[in-house]
C-alpha cells in the first residue's frame, strides 16, 4: 500500500493526484491521510461556506471533503483523525453513503469552485522556490509567505500555527529584514517581498 496527503486543496502537493493515479494503475491501495488538511477543511471560511449554502443538497464541510476522497477509485482507506465522539458517529454516517464514482457532475463542480474560492484568499503569489533564499539576514521568505497565505485561505488562528512559531523561536522573522533588496532581484515572480513581508509579520502578529 501507499499512504498519501491528499484532499481537494493538495491535488498537486507531494505525489498529489499524479502520485495516486500512478498507484492506481500500478494496483496498489492508496491510504490517505489529511483530507481534512489537519482540520482546515472542516470550518468553511464564508466565501468557501456561501458555495456549500447554495448547492441545492446540504452537507457539512466535512461531508463534502470526504465524499470527494471515496469518490476516488484509487482510495482504499481514509484516515479520519477525531478528537470527539460526535465525530466519529459523524464519520460513520458519511463513510456509509459514499463510494467510487459517487459524485455527479454538478458536485464535482463544486468542489472546483470551492478550490477556487479557497485561493482566492491567497495573499501572495510565492510559489515557495527559494531563489530569494537564503537571506543574509536570515529571515524565512517562503516560510512566512507559507503561513501568510494558510492562515488567511483556512481563517486560522496565527496563534497556534507551528510554522510560525518555529520561524519565531529560530529568529527567522520579518522583523530582520533591513530591505537590502537582494530577495527581490532573485525572485522569478517579481514580488515586493519587502513591503509584503512588512504587512505579513504586521498580519501575523
Ligand atoms: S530585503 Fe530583507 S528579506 Fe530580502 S534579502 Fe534583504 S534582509 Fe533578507
Ligand atoms: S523567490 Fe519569490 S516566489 Fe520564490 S520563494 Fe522567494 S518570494 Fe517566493
Redesign the pocket.
Known sequence: MVQLQYNFMDVNNQAGEKGLKLAGEKGIPVVIMEGLLGGRLSKAPDNVQALYDAFPVKRTAVEWAFRWLCNHPEVAVVLSGCNEPEQIEENLRIFDTVEPGVMDENELKLIENVRAAYLDRTKIGCTGCKY?MP???D?N?PGIFSVWNNVSLYCTDPAKDWGLKRIKENGNG?D?????????AACPQHLQ??EQ?KSAWEELG
Open positions: 530569494c537571506c543574509p539576514n529571515v521568505i520579518a530582520k529584514c533591513v530591505g537590502c533588496g537582494a530577495c527581490e517581498i519587502i513581508l
